[in-house]
């Protein structure tokens, strides 16, 4: 129902004057932006293009770590010196070796450092 028809009910059926009418129908449409801008707001919506997710299922990929053979060699190095004295160790990787010494855990870590930038 439009503007016009909408006041002259309200007139109608509660027996008000077209002023009252037209003041009770701006307060109910407050946010009314008229036909034309609700055209304009039909065609934005349709010239918008919307963004969704994918639905796509990506390949996990599989990259192949290489391996630092010097610090592994660094490693086991430590390992057999422990070793050597009766501790159990583990080696994790080339980052680290786990031993128990004393009913105590310890773990030495080993890191590799890259040269200071000149």
């Not at 036909?35 to 299922?57: F, I, L, N, P």
């Not at 192949?64 to 490693?75: R, V």
């Not at 080696?91 to 773990?107: K, M, P």
Request: net charge negative; with cysteine; aromatic share 6%.
């Amino acid at each position: 129902m439009s503007r016009e028809e909408t006041i002259k009910e309200y007139m109608k059926h509660l027996g008000i004057t077209e002023e009252e009418a037209t003041q009770l129908w701006e307060d109910d449409h407050e946010d009314y932006i008229g036909e034309e801008g609700e055209k304009m707001q039909e065609k934005a919506k349709k010239d918008c293009k919307r963004y969704v997710s994918s639905t796509k299922k990506r390949k996990p990929r599989t990259v192949e770590k290489k391996i630092d053979t010097e610090k592994l060699a660094i490693l086991k190095l430590c390992a057999g010196i422990l070793e050597e004295n009766g501790v159990i160790c583990t080696i994790e990787r080339e980052v680290c070796v786990h031993f128990n010494l004393n009913d105590t855990e310890f773990s030495l870590r080993l890191t590799r450092h890259h040269p200071p930038k000149k």
